[in-house]
């Protein structure tokens, strides 16, 4: 009996250890987060971004407007309001899953030119 008892114990914590939860797998690299909030999103809007070579600067207007390089002129929309914005810019599209927005620094994943969600680019106010 008492081998069956410790049986089963061994069974039962093993079993614990294999479905454990891990905090959750993360999310397909292109789809939201849900963890900015629009307080976060609202720092993005109205500034100019550089990024880290300060070669391209981007602004993100309340309008829906986006600008690159204070003259190339598109669109973006936030996509099902998550934290993916939708981007079209000169008859190209493309996705940013953004990471984290601050005062200051921005940080997002994108699928343009191929980029496949792959890499995390930061955004600063000053170049």
Sequence with gaps: MKKIILIGLALAFFGQ?????????DPAPNSSTGKLT??????LMNKKWFDHLGAFNHQYKND???IINDGLV???KWRNKGDTMDLVNN???WAQVWVSIKANEA????NQSGLGFKDIFTLKTTP
């Design 107 to 110: 940080q997002y994943k994108t």
């Design 64 to 66: 829906g407007t986006y």
């Design 38 to 43: 629009d307080s976060d999103k609202a720092l």
């Design 74 to 76: 598109g669109t973006w």
């Design 91 to 93: 008859g190209d599209a």
């Design 17 to 25: 250890i294999a479905c454990k939860d891990d905090g959750g797998s």
